[in-house]
């Protein structure tokens, strides 16, 4: 089993940045891959990055240039640098661990709004 603990969301102005934080309960080396995801009321869960095992990097278009998913294999953990949120990134963000199946953790709320 594992666990996947998201931190970092909250709220912010347009404009602003953020960087959240998922810490894996197994080294993150065991993952395939490992997304950052997410969900806004009344839409489907959708990729916004993607690190694989060997390090190649994918981006959703409307995050190319804003945002920066990066790893710290020592610590387990996955981040993802948000710069310039625009009030259409505010949803849940979910971390992703891709193995035989897909792992996810709870989430974290990102609200971007003056």
């Known amino acids: 089993q594992v666990q996947l603990v998201e931190s970092g969301g909250g709220l912010v102005q347009p404009g602003g940045s953020l960087r959240l934080s998922c810490t894996a309960s197994?080294?993150?080396?065991?993952?395939?891959?490992m997304g950052w995801y997410r969900q806004a009321p009344g839409k489907q869960r959708e990729l916004v990055a993607r690190?694989?095992?060997?390090?190649?990097?994918h981006y959703a278009d409307f995050v190319k240039g804003r945002f920066t998913i990066s790893r710290d294999n020592a610590k387990n953990t996955v981040y993802l640098q948000m710069n310039s949120l625009k009030p259409e990134d505010t949803a849940v963000y979910y971390c992703n661990c891709r193995l035989t199946q897909n792992y996810w953790g709870q989430g974290t709320q990102v609200t971007v709004s003056s």
């Open positions: 197994l080294s993150i080396f065991n993952c395939d891959a």
């Open positions: 690190i694989t095992n060997g390090g190649s990097i």
